[in-house]
C-alpha cells in the first residue's frame, strides 16, 4: 500500500470520525446535549489539527465538521440566552441543517480557493470552477431536500449527503480519465485517491 494511499485512508478515517461517534453516541440512548458536546469537541480536534498540520480537507467533510463544531454551542447559547421557541426550531432542523452548512463551505470555497468545492488540486482551475458550480447546485437541491425531509436523519441528511459524495468522486474521475491521468483508483471511506504513477498525491 503506497503512503499515498495511507494518507487518504487515514485522513478520511479522521474527518469522518466526529459525526461516527456523535451518531453512534446518540443512537446508544445519551442526551442529545452530551452528543453534540462530545462532536463540538472532537470536530474541533480535527478542524484545528488538519489546519495546524496543513491537511487537505475533503470539502463535504469539512463542511459536516463546522456543523458539528458549532451548532450545539448556538443552540445552547439561545437557550441560554432566554428563546426557547428558536433553540426548539434550531434543535428541531440541526440534523437536516448539516447540508445548509455544506453549502455554505462549498460557496466559500469556490469563490476563495483555486480548487474551489470540488477540491481536487489535480484539475485546471476552469475545470474546478465548472465542477464546483455543479456540485453546489446538487447541494442546494439536497439542502432544499433534507429540510422538507427532516423527519427521518437516513432519508433526509445521510442518502444526500452519500450522493454527494459520489457525485465528487465521478465528477474529479472523469475530467481525470478525459484527460488520461488516472492509472488507478482507489476508494477510500467517503472520498478517492486517484493515482497518476508513482509520484502521485491524495485528493481528500
Do not use: C
Not at 478542524?47 to 475533503?58: K, Q, W
Not at 459524495?165 to 465528477?171: D, E, I, Q, V, Y
Amino acid at each position: 500500500m503506497s503512503s499515498s494511499f495511507q494518507r487518504e485512508w487515514l485522513t478520511d478515517l479522521l474527518e469522518t470520525a466526529p459525526s461516527v461517534v456523535f451518531f453512534a453516541i446518540l443512537r446508544s440512548g445519551h442526551d442529545l446535549e452530551l452528543a453534540g458536546w462530545i462532536g463540538t469537541g472532537l470536530s474541533a480536534m480535527v478542524l484545528f489539527g488538519f489546519l495546524a498540520s496543513r491537511v487537505r480537507f475533503n470539502p463535504i467533510l469539512l463542511g459536516i465538521n463546522i456543523h458539528l463544531f458549532i451548532v450545539t454551542p448556538l443552540i445552547v447559547s439561545v437557550y441560554q440566552f432566554g428563546f426557547p421557541e428558536v433553540g426548539a426550531t434550531l434543535t428541531r432542523y440541526s440534523q437536516s441543517a448539516v447540508l445548509v452548512t455544506i453549502l455554505l463551505v462549498g460557496i466559500a470555497l469556490t469563490l476563495l480557493s483555486r480548487d474551489g468545492f470540488i477540491g481536487a488540486g489535480e484539475l485546471s482551475p476552469t475545470a474546478a470552477q465548472s465542477h464546483s458550480a455543479k456540485l453546489l447546485i446538487a447541494t442546494l437541491a439536497a439542502t432544499a431536500w433534507a429540510i422538507t425531509h427532516h423527519e427521518s436523519v437516513i432519508t433526509g441528511v445521510a442518502l444526500p449527503i452519500i450522493a454527494l459524495f459520489g457525485l465528487r468522486r465521478f465528477l474529479i474521475a472523469r475530467w481525470l480519465d478525459r484527460n488520461n491521468q488516472i492509472t488507478g483508483i482507489a476508494a477510500v471511506g467517503s472520498g478517492a485517491m486517484f493515482s497518476n504513477g508513482p509520484e502521485s498525491g491524495a485528493v481528500s
